[in-house]
């Protein structure tokens, strides 16, 4: 009875992260920002190019470097959404891909919460808070690689600590004289702490901020050697590294034959290229705290500018989980009997605080667009697991004050009102004055989507020309602004620009364009 009312309560949250990731993704963001269309057009490229001359990459160069992977995957859902909707590319179908690791990510926030805490209430609390959080909401619905991050960080981490419990209840089971069973469970403990690291080395292929994961991963190796053993510890840790390695290893090879790519922009935007290092250090370790709780990222594409990017009740039961974590990492077990001073609770609070900040690290070092939602998108999982963490423990400590009262009653149903506060703000938050804001539309380039379908609109044997004015990196010579109508049209590629008869042309050749054309400028 007890597993189904988890069932069905774990199935109502995913039910509700998945109505908010996916819910009028068709309009909503509007427009196509120039960098989700050029993950669209490489995408559609390798699509028209097969192996050996094209097909898929591990990495794509272009547009400062992106791991190929979220990429890959846009494309095949490409092939098989756009004969389905007419045969035209939209923004959406770019987003889809978003949207299920975003769900996924909100189901992987409740399994990882229950490894590390062990209660249900904290699990579903952590997961809520995640299914209805602006910040993961949004960058759900973006065409972005970094949202597979944190879903393959929370899985990866799950399953390691899955694989660590498994193997000490095994390890607890008589086997004396039973060598083949004994056997049996070595390759099942060995088959799992692979599978652990193949997941986990997965998210190599997602955004560069995952690349400061394995510290850790070094974090819960030691832990559980000071539990079980560094003999027994190892037997694991060579299994999950063997994983991580084996799926990581075409981007390893990638990276060696082309080392110019590893950093990308890492060495651009690096504090250690301003005058004063330490200084922006500081001020960018206090601006990526200060996001969570006074002014998040003021951009309108990464979030609600300006706005924290915790809702206030959230906020607080985050600091107060915070709290308790550290008074149970400082407090001995032996004289602790309440669940915040147990040993358990102090090695979740250390892993969590080892991810949080892990993911923090590649944000304060950087000196571009502090607070920064979407570098920071791998502190989300920590964040959300300690304030499930710190809102069931504040129930509790409120609930026993008041059982001497007959008006307890009270607790449930303000805790009630707070959670559907949270999640009708959410909505009001991003649906409405988010979404319908003309700052949004214009942070995501609505006028080159609304250009590129007028261009589908006219009759392909007119010449089409786009004078490209607006500035920006370029993309085989053309400023990456032109990445959305190129979508739009599905005129990347010189094949499909001589079938649509759409012909892109910097200012300074606009003299070239011949009598008759329809000529359309973007600016």
């Not at 805490?117 to 809520?128: G, R, W, Y």
């Not at 899955?162 to 000490?168: A, L």
């Not at 060598?179 to 403990?189: C, E, G, T, V, W």
């Amino acid at each position: 009875m007890r597993s189904l009312r988890t069932f069905f309560i774990f199935a109502f949250i995913l039910f509700i992260a998945a109505l908010f990731r996916l819910y009028a993704l068709d309009t909503t963001p509007p427009g196509l920002y120039p960098d989700e269309a050029m993950n669209g057009n490489n995408a559609l490229e390798a699509l028209e190019s097969p192996p050996p001359e094209g097909g898929f990459k591990i990495f794509y160069p272009e547009n400062n470097g992106r791991e190929g992977l979220f990429i890959n995957i846009q494309g095949l859902f490409l092939e098989t959404l756009i004969p389905l909707a007419g045969g035209n590319p939209e923004p959406w179908m770019l987003r889809l891909p978003s949207a299920l690791f975003g769900i996924i990510t909100v189901a992987g926030v409740f399994f990882l919460a229950k490894e590390l805490f062990k209660k249900n209430s904290i699990a579903f609390l952590s997961m809520f808070f995640i299914a209805v959080n602006f910040w993961h909401i949004n960058f759900s619905r973006i065409g972005f690689r970094a949202i597979m991050a944190p879903a393959f960080l929370v899985w990866g981490l799950y399953l390691l600590l899955f694989t660590f419990r498994k193997y000490r209840e095994w390890n607890d089971v008589p086997l004396a004289g039973d060598a083949p069973k004994r056997q049996k469970l070595r390759i099942k403990n060995a088959a799992l702490s692979l599978f652990a690291g193949a997941v986990y080395g997965l998210g190599m292929h997602s955004y560069i901020a995952y690349r400061a994961t394995p510290f850790i991963v070094a974090v819960i190796f030691f832990l559980y050697a000071l539990k079980i053993g560094w003999k027994s510890m190892g037997k694991i840790a060579i299994w999950f590294v063997l994983g991580a390695i084996i799926v990581s290893l075409p981007l390893i090879t990638y990276f060696i034959h082309n080392p110019q790519d590893f950093l990308g922009r890492t060495s651009e935007v690096s504090i250690f290229s301003s005058s004063s290092p330490l200084g922006e250090l500081g001020m960018n370790t206090l601006k990526t705290v200060g996001m969570l709780f006074f002014v998040g990222d003021s951009n309108w594409r990464h979030n609600l500018s300006g706005a924290p990017e915790l809702l206030w009740p959230v906020a607080i039961v985050f600091l107060f989980g915070t709290v308790i974590g550290i008074k149970a990492f400082f407090k001995k077990p032996d004289v602790q009997h309440d669940a915040s001073g147990s040993a358990e609770v102090r090695f979740a609070f250390i892993t969590l605080l080892a991810s949080f900040f892990t993911a923090v690290l590649p944000v304060v070092f950087s000196n571009e667009g502090i607070p920064h939602a979407l570098r920071s998108i791998l502190m989300i999982p920590p964040i959300f697991i300690i304030a499930g963490f710190g809102g069931v423990t504040l129930y509790e400590w409120v609930r026993d004050r008041l059982r001497r009262f007959s008006w307890q009653w009270i607790l449930p149903l303000v805790t009630c009102l707070l959670l559907l506060f949270i999640a009708t703000t959410a909505y009001w938050n991003y649906f409405i004055v988010w979404g319908e804001n003309p700052n949004t539309a214009g942070a995501f380039s609505e006028k080159y989507v609304t250009m590129g379908r007028k261009l589908n609109a006219i009759p392909q044997n007119i010449p089409k020309y786009v004078i490209v004015e607006a500035g920006g990196v370029l993309a085989r010579g053309i400023p990456m602004p032109s990445q959305t109508v190129m979508f739009i049209t599905d005129t990347f590629t010189k094949r499909g620009q001589e079938e649509k008869n759409i012909h892109y042309v910097l200012p300074n050749n606009a003299g070239s364009i011949p009598e008759g054309s329809f000529i359309t400028v973007l600016r």
